[in-house]
């Protein structure tokens, strides 16, 4: 018999659909990897040049022997095309950085009069002081303005881009913008202010504070004096007179000076130094020992510290140089050592203001005497000029090296230093030579110990991790440290882990394997609900609604976690207690009868809270935390009450287990309910007991857990209690549904096996099916993680946003992600704050993409795993 053979065909329709769908699934999965590739790759982009070092090139100099012979001091413009030096003999000298051509010169001090000096290094202030005991301040800088091209020469008119022209006393250059600029030196001084008309001013300080800048200054008389220079205008008719208000310090010359002695120059000290804009004064001799006055209050000096800017090991002191802020002293010594000394207050500091001075940083020249210090005006950058012709640029709070520069000349030593106002120059004064070199920094305040170690900060009390990016003041040291920002995302999911995942792991536990299918669907479906609520609305709820319900109710909150479970717990015995027929009636409603146990431990918290406050913090949970009153046993009883917990129950199910079930044997489901729901009873009360002991012997030893880096602190209305709180709330959805569905997928004939061998259906879930679904719930948490460690809106609204390294649940913290969303708008592009935002997005996406990677591996093997069962 001959069998015809149909012939199956695929319409073409079909097949296109089946390609079309093909190439959009590879599509869609290739730029999706490529997506995150780039975004990867991006971050690093960006990153990279925090770590890259700094570099220099000379631009410019010119021959300076017998030229530029020994200046007190040097300023360059900002364009660095033109300087000034200023000699003893009171002469200004104007030059050309390029080719040092001579622009200007000028007398502005008789010569042999001037004795001491000043140059901030903010701004243009200068103060002069004399020998005749008078002192003149002043400013002493660059003024530019952009002349019209048709009032100058044709050959001016013609420049090109980047060329110099001089114009008189003035150098014009064209702008890349295609203007003229042109620049000239302005001097501005004030006319004489007497501070002793019969001894002439040996040292000299100021700090230049709006209208009545600070002075301090030593007479050669041994006097030390600290005025304000206040000016008054005469309306009528217009005059300015200047007046010294201030006080005289006691004098640093044990024995006072002449007629008895004379000083030897020894004796003498060799510099004067304003701390703080006139909080210190402090003078330090040429063998590096140093006087330093508390001028709080000018009506009582008082000497507050002696001490020595020079170590065992160091030298003899040669240079002294202030940072930006007039609170950090750099002190060089003959053999290269140079250390940055600022005030500390420590806790056994027995000076009359509290504090002392620290060599928080050292840098070493390899053995050349330093002979030149230079300070920046708009960072805490510091160069270092030595005895054989080597400069260091450093960047001092982060200890970075960002340049060695040599001469060439090891027999010239450097004279003089200058770092140019934006950071971007480096110019140097020989006895043969001036030389100009192109400065490039890179980012030398994000150095990987700046970054992720303890960074001694100006005026701190020691090393510390901190994040302060940005300062109301120009003198501001910025502060990178990652760390209190990535402690900050890992608390906060930390403490949305430990309210969500009990409660997402639970509840998968309850709804797949005792609840009633109809219900199960209902509930899964709300719960999954949950998860298309918006971050910024939880956010907006929990500091505008949670945050002040839970500081009215603190004591409330915290009875709460120990009477909702405990409710329910009770009303899970007795449930064993009511007669079986009734309870199998009962049980398709069992799920609202559990909901309707919630508003008891609600009630049992609002009556209990009161009590426990009274009781455990002496009426005032808030004083207790500050540390006002009270021991700490009432924090210990809340912290050891769930460990005790929990080894009573793991205690009596291991060890009293099988004795309650020898005892049980025989007895009907009522007597075996009383005898579980005594066992319970009498598990709570012993938890509760020795919770009590353990908590009173503590406290008794002296150990507190409040203050710095413990588990309690001074409360924050936004603190990790809120944010635990919402954010488990956020990350409950996700962990449900996926432990949901890992429980569900164990395979029914394992449960029928169990349940057909006589095991409950508890003893089914806990010891068959949680066992064999490890691996998918383990996933849930990972990726809940992943979840809790990339939210913004949530920890930004109701974290409080302080980077502060405390593990306190009652105070805040600020996030990775939240550091991001509040700073990167105002970071400047390419400036080391940008790039240190990105490096944090980078540590958040590493975080995120491992995270999620291992449970994606583990959620793999589970389905593997199932698929052999």
Not at 35 to 63: E, H, K, M, N, Q
Not at 765 to 780: D, E, K
């Amino acid at each position: 018999m001959k069998h015809r053979t149909r012939k199956h065909t695929t319409r073409w329709t079909v097949r296109a659909a089946d390609k079309i769908a093909t190439v959009g699934i590879t599509v869609g999965g290739v730029g999706t990897i490529l997506a995150v590739s780039a975004v990867c790759v991006f971050l690093v982009a960006v990153v990279i040049p925090l770590f890259l070092p700094g570099s220099t090139d000379v631009a410019s100099g010119f021959d300076a022997e017998g030229s530029l012979d020994s200046p007190i001091h040097m300023g360059i413009d900002e364009y660095r095309i033109m300087g000034w030096a200023l000699f003893p003999s009171g002469t200004i000298e104007v030059f050309r950085l390029d080719t040092g051509e001579l622009l200007e010169e000028r007398q502005i001090f008789e010569a042999g009069t001037l004795t001491a000096s000043s140059f901030p290094i903010e701004g243009d202030a200068v103060g002069f002081g004399f020998d005749n005991g008078s002192v003149r301040i002043g400013s002493i800088g660059f003024s530019t303005d952009f002349p019209d091209p048709e009032t100058l020469p044709a050959e001016i008119r013609d420049l090109v881009m980047g060329d110099v022209a001089s114009d008189g006393t003035a150098l014009i250059e064209r702008t890349p913008e295609g203007q003229l600029r042109r620049q000239r030196l302005d001097i501005d001084l004030n006319e004489p202010v007497v501070v002793d008309s019969l001894h002439g001013v040996v040292l000299l300080d100021i700090v230049a504070e709006g209208s009545a800048p600070i002075l301090a200054t030593l007479t050669s008389d041994g006097s030390l004096r600290l005025n304000r220079i206040e000016q008054f205008e005469n309306l009528m008719t217009g005059e300015v007179t200047q007046e010294l208000r201030g006080t005289v310090f006691p004098t640093p010359f044990p024995g006072g000076i002449t007629p008895v002695r004379e000083l030897t120059p020894e004796e003498w000290p060799s510099h004067l130094v304003i701390l703080e804009a006139g909080i210190s004064i402090m003078l330090i001799w040429p063998d590096g020992h140093l006087l330093r006055y508390d001028a709080r209050d000018l009506s009582s000096p008082q000497i507050a510290e002696r001490g020595t800017l020079i170590r065992e090991d160091s030298g003899e002191l040669s240079e002294v140089r202030m940072l930006l802020g007039q609170a950090t002293v750099l002190a060089g010594d003959s053999n290269g050592i140079v250390e940055a000394w600022f005030k500390h207050q420590p806790a056994d500091a027995r000076t009359t203001d509290g504090a002392v001075l620290a060599a928080a940083h050292r840098f070493d020249g390899a053995g050349a005497p330093v002979t030149a210090l230079a300070s920046s005006p708009r960072s805490r950058l510091a160069a270092v000029g030595y005895g054989d012709g080597r400069i260091h640029v450093y960047q001092v709070t982060s200890g970075k090296k960002i340049a060695e520069i040599s001469t060439g000349s090891p027999g010239r030593p450097i004279n003089e230093l200058v770092i140019t106002p934006k950071n971007d120059g480096l110019v140097a004064l020989t006895s043969e030579r001036l030389w100009h070199w192109d400065l490039d920094i890179g980012h030398p305040e994000a150095t990987l110990a700046a970054l992720f170690t303890p960074v001694w900060y100006e005026s701190y009390e020691k090393p510390s991790h901190v994040w302060q990016s940005s300062s109301a003041t120009d003198d501001f040291e910025p502060k990178f440290g990652l760390w209190p920002l990535v402690f900050g995302t890992l608390k906060a999911t930390l403490y949305s882990l430990l309210f969500g995942a009990p409660l997402a792991l639970l509840a998968a536990i309850f709804s797949s394997e005792f609840m009633a299918p109809a219900f199960r669907n209902r509930v899964k479906t709300l719960i999954e609900f949950m998860a298309s609520l918006p971050s910024v609305v939880l956010g907006f709820l929990a500091a505008l609604v949670f945050a002040p319900f839970v500081q009215r109710l603190v004591p409330t909150v915290m009875v709460s976690f120990l009477t909702i479970p405990g409710t329910i717990l009770l009303g899970a015995y007795v449930w064993q207690l009511l007669p079986q027929t009734l309870t199998l009636r009962l049980s398709q409603y069992r799920i609202i009868l559990l909901l309707a146990l919630l508003p008891l431990g609600m009630a049992l918290a609002m009556w209990l809270g009161p009590i426990a406050e009274r009781v455990l913090f002496l009426g005032d949970i808030k004083l207790w935390l500050n540390g006002n009153q009270g021991s700490g046993f009432g924090g210990w009883f809340f912290l050891v009450l769930p460990a005790t917990i929990l080894v009573v129950a793991v205690f009596m199910t291991q060890t009293l287990g099988p004795w309650f079930r020898d005892r049980s044997t025989g007895m009907d489901r009522s007597q075996v309910g009383l005898l579980d729901f005594s066992r319970f009873l009498v598990g709570a009360v012993l938890a509760g007991v020795i919770a009590l002991v353990v908590a009173w012997l503590t406290s008794q030893t002296g150990l507190d857990p409040r203050g710095p880096g413990a588990f309690f602190g001074t409360y924050v209305q936004r603190n990790a209690l809120v944010v635990g709180f919402v954010m488990g709330f956020a990350i409950i959805p996700i962990i449900y549904t996926i432990a949901e569905d890992a429980l569900s997928a164990v395979p029914e004939h394992l449960r029928a096996a169990s349940l057909g061998a006589g095991a409950t259906p508890w003893q089914t879930a806990f010891r068959i099916v949680i066992p064999t679904a490890m691996s998918g719930l383990f996933s849930a948490l990972m990726i809940g993680l992943g979840r809790a460690v990339g939210e913004t809106m949530i920890v930004l609204m109701a974290a409080g946003n302080t980077p502060i390294l405390e593990i306190n649940i009652f105070n805040g913290f600020r996030t990775l992600s939240a550091n991001i969303a509040v700073e990167l708008p105002e970071a400047v592009r390419d400036s080391t704050h940008y790039r240190t935002l990105f490096l944090a997005a980078l540590i958040l996406f590493t975080m995120t993409f491992v995270i999620n990677t291992i449970a994606e591996i583990v959620r793999l093997r589970f389905r593997k795993r199932a698929y052999q069962l």
